[in-house]
Nanobody
Framework: QVQLVESGGGSVQAGGSLRLSCEAS?????MGWFRHTPGKEREGVATLPSGGIAPVYADSVKGRFTISRDIAKNALYLQMSSLNPEDTAMYYCAGSDIWIPGLKEASFPYWGQGTRVIVSA
């Protein structure tokens, strides 16, 4: 099992930035960020394996969000810029011992409790 703890959420005005962090209890091959808005399905935002392989981003965040990892700290980050109200959601950190390229929720068996991001117009 893996415990994942997110932090860094909050309220920000449109155009602003936030940095989310996730601490894992141990190393996992792949990690990712997902988000959920009430009334919608949870969607993949960005995923990243270890080993220098390129990350995968949702089209809606490309050029605005950057995912990164600190393997030594078992940490995952999401730098979010140019935020807009459509980015308002609960953001979840996820981990997997297997890397399956893509943004599918089913590829990640380990999940954190989430951190809320609110972007006001």
């Amino acid at each position: 099992q893996v415990q994942l703890v997110e932090s860094g959420g909050g309220s920000v005005q449109a155009g602003g930035s936030l940095r989310l962090s996730c601490e894992a209890s141990r190393y996992t091959r792949a990690m990712g960020w997902f988000r959920h808005t009430p009334g919608k399905e949870r969607e993949g935002v960005a995923t990243l394996p270890s080993g220098g392989i390129a990350p995968v981003y949702a089209d809606s965040v490309k050029g605005r969000f950057t995912i990164s990892r600190d393997i030594a700290k078992n940490a995952l980050y999401l730098q979010m810029s140019s935020l807009n109200p459509e980015d308002t959601a609960m953001y979840y950190c996820a981990g997997s011992d297997i890397w399956i390229p893509g943004l599918k929720e089913a590829s990640f068996p380990y999940w954190g409790q989430g951190t809320r991001v609110i972007v006001s117009a």
